[in-house]
């Protein structure tokens, strides 16, 4: 069977800017939130964000001048990202496909007004349109961003655009491990790009109740798998990822960050908001992943898990754990690395696995940092607060969208 | 593609001409169309035509009305194809095939916020002096009338995700984004799925709804409206692809085989990709045709992507005339209008019916149909399918 090596990756995350970094702060558990400072977030209830800082914006406009028709931030971290890919050589890739997760496209707010001040017609925004007005674009389309590396790096793979939520990544770097096992490609860019921190997005999830309106708790506000806590936080990022057939890997004699073994996903078919409480959606996905990757749970040694810090993903997911890994579930580490970063949502389940491979490449776990007062519901080793530094051959990776979509991906260190 | 023959055993098709493959059928043989204007208030658009889906009401297929305040038009289309599909393929989950057995692939559309329902929301955001958004006015006098249900409109995996709620589906899913050669990538990822063993059945299929003001905004911002008069619509369709080992062993009853899906990406810059190359399009032909072992004589039917008002389809056209010079050519766009990520999927569904009910069109004998999807967007393909 033809093995599937991860070779590249490239990070934006809140709490780093690249691998390195992030791998860094992972180990001393270095927390990426604060307030959110690209609009006055006064008058909301949530305010604490994961968000990128320091990012230089300007740079990628300058490269690349046709970005001026994009405000959303999520083009520029993925695109960076991307890049990172190319920084040490820039070879191959030119007939591979791009397969990446997001979530939805982002309204540029701002424009509709600017267009049309005090009430928003339709009319006199397309009027101004039409007077030349057109950019930036109001929405941008989901593909953008694989057509845009496609088009500019003259790569002439196909460009899938997963959007299945919170499992989009997750996803998308699994069924491209699939298509690279099935012989089908030999390597593929793969990852996941997402920001939803803007007035809407931010709004809007706020009023999904699935945040902690706690703002005082400012880098705490998450607090995964803790008694008190209150919901999650929202971050954003991006992570890629070349994937590459072992064979074909060795060939051009790269550094292998880690090997996908196995992957699977599933529905709960449940509830849009809510995991079903038994744990069988994403056990169900856990189940798959071990079953294609042909190991038993014995010999999983870290979980790193969704853990978004609400009250029922945290207890679901360990239900799921211990329904799936039985007695060994309390053997196992777990951690959370969005207690550091938040919930990147499309881009969650990527920058994790960039997690997963800077554990393997620096031989550490990371922390599930704010776990302070524990569960009784959530009774797995969490690995509270302090990094560990333990070397992991086989990391199980868990996903959980809105809409009741899980992914599961099983990574193994790579020993030559 | 032929090493499991995989077969389609069951279509839907909820579009502007019928809620049935065979009401669709019928009346785009009788070049019927259903065009009306648009719904919402513009001076700008009040000349464009689009196609409803009509007498669609949702309340047929879900009776629980609490559930429907979650679901954009695109969702209620999609959860009436998944569940109509399954039924016409007889297949009953946890009995013909265990829930998790069943892999739900989709594509859904871009764009899926109606602005008139936000509208009044909207408006509560601006600065009292500049007119301008204010994130400080939006929080405080705009966020709390803002409906928590409204994430949920919005997400695009939403249609397929609570499709599979409401027919219990708990198997292996995709989901794509945002162009009709997009979301037909759920029908592509489908076979291989079959093919290389990890599924025996896959629902896949598209819903989109174009019709409301925010896909007109977006589109003209695009410059995609400048491309001629394109009818935008909406609808859903859905068919199940199965093994033929797996349909032959239930007894299904199936419409047609799946002879060969071309695929290629499309150079071109961003928003979307049209290539005005007849290179371009004609090696995909030519390649679908190659792969099968066929001439473009085998060939009795194509179903095309063509736009008909739309002069980005002029290289489609040309190459297709070249190709297929005796060959009977329907382009259901010209009577349903574009629902972009339903499209391909309404004319695979158009075709399967005809394959499987042998009905002639335009007094010929259909056996082999290809569909092209040629669309807006990078991902072009090419379908055969033949009659079992």
């Given at each position: 069977m033809r093995r599937v090596v991860i070779t590249r990756t490239g990070v934006v995350?809140?709490?780093?800017?690249?691998?390195?970094?992030?791998?860094?702060?992972?180990?001393?558990?270095?927390?990426?939130?604060?307030?959110?400072?690209?609009?006055?977030?006064?008058?909301?209830?949530?305010?604490?964000?994961?968000?990128?800082?320091?990012?230089?914006k300007d740079r990628l406009r300058a490269k690349f001048p046709r970005l001026r028709c994009i405000e959303d931030n999520k083009v520029f971290f993925g695109l960076d990202a991307f890049l990172q890919l190319l920084e040490h050589r820039d070879d191959g890739f030119r007939e591979c496909p791009v397969n990446l997760g997001t979530s939805l496209e982002v309204f540029l707010i701002e424009k509709a007004f600017q267009f049309s001040p005090y009430t928003f017609d339709m009319d006199r925004y397309v009027t101004t349109l039409k007077n030349g007005n057109n950019e930036p674009y109001l929405q941008v389309p989901l593909d953008f961003l694989g057509n845009f590396i496609k088009d500019e790096f003259s790569i002439t793979g196909a460009n899938y655009v997963n959007c299945s939520a919170c499992a989009a990544s997750t996803q998308a770097i699994g069924h491209s491990f699939h298509m690279i096992r099935d012989g089908r490609y030999d390597e593929i860019i793969a990852g996941g790009f997402d920001s939803m921190?803007?007035?809407?997005?931010?709004?809007?999830?706020?009023?999904?109740?699935?945040?902690?309106?706690?703002?005082?708790?400012?880098?705490?506000?998450?607090?995964?798998?803790?008694?008190?806590?209150?919901?999650?936080?929202?971050?954003?990022?991006?992570?890629?990822?070349?994937?590459?057939?072992?064979?074909?890997?060795?060939?051009?004699?790269?550094?292998?960050?880690?090997?996908?073994?196995?992957?699977?996903?599933?529905?709960?078919?449940?509830?849009?908001?809510?995991?079903?409480?038994?744990?069988?959606?994403?056990?169900?996905?856990?189940?798959?992943?071990?079953?294609?990757?042909?190991?038993?749970?014995?010999?999983?040694?870290?979980?790193?898990?969704?853990?978004?810090?609400?009250?029922?993903?945290?207890?679901?997911?360990?239900?799921?754990?211990?329904?799936?890994?039985?007695?060994?579930?309390?053997?196992?580490?777990?951690?959370?690395?969005?207690?550091?970063?938040?919930?990147?949502?499309?881009?969650?389940?990527?920058?994790?696995?960039?997690?997963?491979?800077?554990?393997?490449?620096?031989?550490?776990?990371?922390?599930?940092?704010?776990?302070?007062?524990?569960?009784?519901?959530?009774?797995?080793?969490?690995?509270?607060?302090?990094?560990?530094?333990?070397?992991?051959?086989?990391?199980?990776?868990?996903?959980?969208?809105?809409?009741?979509?899980?992914?599961?991906?099983?990574l193994k260190r790579y020993e030559g | 593609m032929d090493r499991y023959n995989p077969v389609i055993t069951g279509i839907s098709s909820i579009c502007s001409l019928g809620h049935h493959p065979e009401d669709t059928l019928e009346r785009l043989l009788k070049n019927d169309s259903n065009f009306s204007k648009v719904q919402f208030k513009s001076k700008v658009f009040q000349d464009r035509r689009v196609a409803f889906v009509q007498d669609f009401n949702i309340r047929n297929y879900i009776?629980?009305?609490?559930?429907?305040?979650?679901?954009?038009?695109?969702?209620?289309?999609?959860?009436?194809?998944?569940?109509?599909?399954?039924?016409?393929?007889?297949?009953?989950?946890?009995?013909?095939?265990?829930?998790?057995?069943?892999?739900?692939?989709?594509?859904?559309?871009?764009?899926?916020?109606?602005?008139?329902?936000?509208?009044?929301?909207?408006?509560?955001?601006?600065?009292?002096?500049?007119?301008?958004?204010?994130?400080?006015?939006?929080?405080?006098?705009?966020?709390?009338?803002?409906n928590p249900l409204t994430s949920f409109k919005i997400l695009p995996n939403m249609p397929p995700a609570v499709a599979a709620i409401y027919s219990n589906i708990k198997g292996d899913n995709l989901i794509f984004n945002p162009w009709e050669g997009n979301a037909l990538l759920a029908l592509y990822e489908a076979l291989h799925e079959i093919y290389f063993g990890r599924a025996n059945i896959v629902i896949c299929g598209g819903s989109d709804c174009k019709t409301h003001s925010n896909a007109f905004i977006t589109f003209a911002e695009y410059g995609l409206l400048e491309k001629g008069d394109i009818v935008l619509s909406e609808g859903s369709a859905y068919v199940c692809v199965e093994s033929h080992e797996c349909a032959m062993k239930r007894n299904a009853a199936p419409y047609c085989s799946i002879r060969n899906i071309t695929h290629r990406s499309c150079p071109g810059p961003p928003p979307y990709s049209i290539s005005s190359s007849e290179k371009f399009y004609a090696e995909i032909i030519e390649k679908a045709l190659a792969d099968s072992g066929l001439e473009p004589g085998d060939i009795d039917l194509v179903i095309t992507s063509d736009d008909v008002n739309v002069n980005i389809d002029d290289a489609e056209n040309?190459?297709?005339?070249?190709?297929?010079?005796?060959?009977?050519?329907?382009?259901?766009?010209?009577?349903?209008?574009?629902?972009?990520?339903?499209?391909?999927?309404?004319?695979?569904?158009?075709?399967?019916?005809?394959?499987?009910?042998?009905?002639?069109?335009?007094?010929?004998?259909?056996?082999?149909?290809?569909?092209?999807?040629?669309?807006?967007?990078?991902?072009?393909?090419?379908?055969?399918?033949?009659?079992?």
């Amino acid at each position: 069977m033809r093995r599937v090596v991860i070779t590249r990756t490239g990070v934006v995350s809140p709490n780093a800017l690249c691998f390195d970094e992030f791998s860094e702060n992972l180990r001393k558990g270095k927390s990426g939130l604060g307030d959110i400072d690209y609009f006055n977030p006064d008058t909301f209830p949530c305010r604490i964000v994961g968000q990128v800082k320091n990012f230089d914006k300007d740079r990628l406009r300058a490269k690349f001048p046709r970005l001026r028709c994009i405000e959303d931030n999520k083009v520029f971290f993925g695109l960076d990202a991307f890049l990172q890919l190319l920084e040490h050589r820039d070879d191959g890739f030119r007939e591979c496909p791009v397969n990446l997760g997001t979530s939805l496209e982002v309204f540029l707010i701002e424009k509709a007004f600017q267009f049309s001040p005090y009430t928003f017609d339709m009319d006199r925004y397309v009027t101004t349109l039409k007077n030349g007005n057109n950019e930036p674009y109001l929405q941008v389309p989901l593909d953008f961003l694989g057509n845009f590396i496609k088009d500019e790096f003259s790569i002439t793979g196909a460009n899938y655009v997963n959007c299945s939520a919170c499992a989009a990544s997750t996803q998308a770097i699994g069924h491209s491990f699939h298509m690279i096992r099935d012989g089908r490609y030999d390597e593929i860019i793969a990852g996941g790009f997402d920001s939803m921190l803007n007035p809407i997005g931010l709004g809007g999830f706020s009023r999904l109740g699935a945040l902690c309106m706690d703002n005082e708790l400012k880098e705490k506000a998450i607090r995964p798998f803790d008694l008190r806590r209150q919901g999650t936080v929202l971050g954003e990022g991006a992570a890629m990822f070349i994937l590459k057939e072992l064979e074909h890997a060795l060939k051009t004699d790269e550094t292998i960050l880690g090997e996908i073994i196995g992957y699977g996903a599933s529905f709960d078919a449940y509830k849009l908001s809510e995991p079903e409480s038994d744990g069988s959606g994403i056990g169900s996905s856990m189940g798959k992943a071990l079953k294609d990757a042909g190991i038993g749970p014995d010999d999983v040694d870290y979980i790193n898990a969704h853990g978004t810090g609400t009250l029922s993903n945290d207890k679901v997911e360990t239900i799921a754990i211990k329904r799936v890994f039985q007695d060994r579930a309390y053997k196992i580490p777990v951690s959370s690395t969005k207690s550091m970063i938040g919930h990147l949502i499309g881009a969650a389940g990527a920058v994790e696995i960039a997690a997963v491979l800077a554990m393997f490449r620096d031989n550490f776990i990371a922390p599930t940092i704010n776990l302070e007062k524990r569960d009784p519901e959530c009774d797995l080793d969490y690995v509270p607060n302090h990094s560990r530094n333990e070397k992991i051959n086989i990391a199980l990776k868990n996903s959980m969208g809105f809409g009741g979509q899980n992914a599961t991906i099983i990574l193994k260190r790579y020993e030559g | 593609m032929d090493r499991y023959n995989p077969v389609i055993t069951g279509i839907s098709s909820i579009c502007s001409l019928g809620h049935h493959p065979e009401d669709t059928l019928e009346r785009l043989l009788k070049n019927d169309s259903n065009f009306s204007k648009v719904q919402f208030k513009s001076k700008v658009f009040q000349d464009r035509r689009v196609a409803f889906v009509q007498d669609f009401n949702i309340r047929n297929y879900i009776k629980d009305r609490k559930t429907l305040r979650f679901m954009s038009k695109e969702t209620q289309l999609s959860v009436c194809g998944v569940l109509l599909c399954l039924a016409d393929s007889g297949i009953t989950v946890n009995e013909t095939y265990d829930e998790n057995e069943i892999a739900l692939f989709a594509g859904t559309g871009s764009s899926g916020m109606n602005l008139d329902d936000i509208e009044n929301f909207l408006n509560n955001t601006t600065d009292d002096n500049t007119g301008l958004f204010s994130p400080q006015k939006f929080g405080q006098d705009a966020l709390y009338k803002l409906n928590p249900l409204t994430s949920f409109k919005i997400l695009p995996n939403m249609p397929p995700a609570v499709a599979a709620i409401y027919s219990n589906i708990k198997g292996d899913n995709l989901i794509f984004n945002p162009w009709e050669g997009n979301a037909l990538l759920a029908l592509y990822e489908a076979l291989h799925e079959i093919y290389f063993g990890r599924a025996n059945i896959v629902i896949c299929g598209g819903s989109d709804c174009k019709t409301h003001s925010n896909a007109f905004i977006t589109f003209a911002e695009y410059g995609l409206l400048e491309k001629g008069d394109i009818v935008l619509s909406e609808g859903s369709a859905y068919v199940c692809v199965e093994s033929h080992e797996c349909a032959m062993k239930r007894n299904a009853a199936p419409y047609c085989s799946i002879r060969n899906i071309t695929h290629r990406s499309c150079p071109g810059p961003p928003p979307y990709s049209i290539s005005s190359s007849e290179k371009f399009y004609a090696e995909i032909i030519e390649k679908a045709l190659a792969d099968s072992g066929l001439e473009p004589g085998d060939i009795d039917l194509v179903i095309t992507s063509d736009d008909v008002n739309v002069n980005i389809d002029d290289a489609e056209n040309n190459v297709i005339r070249n190709t297929f010079d005796h060959c009977v050519v329907l382009s259901p766009k010209k009577n349903i209008g574009n629902a972009f990520a339903a499209a391909g999927f309404l004319n695979v569904a158009i075709a399967a019916y005809i394959l499987k009910h042998r009905l002639p069109v335009q007094e010929k004998k259909i056996h082999r149909i290809l569909v092209t999807s040629f669309s807006p967007g990078s991902e072009k393909f090419v379908m055969i399918f033949e009659e079992l």
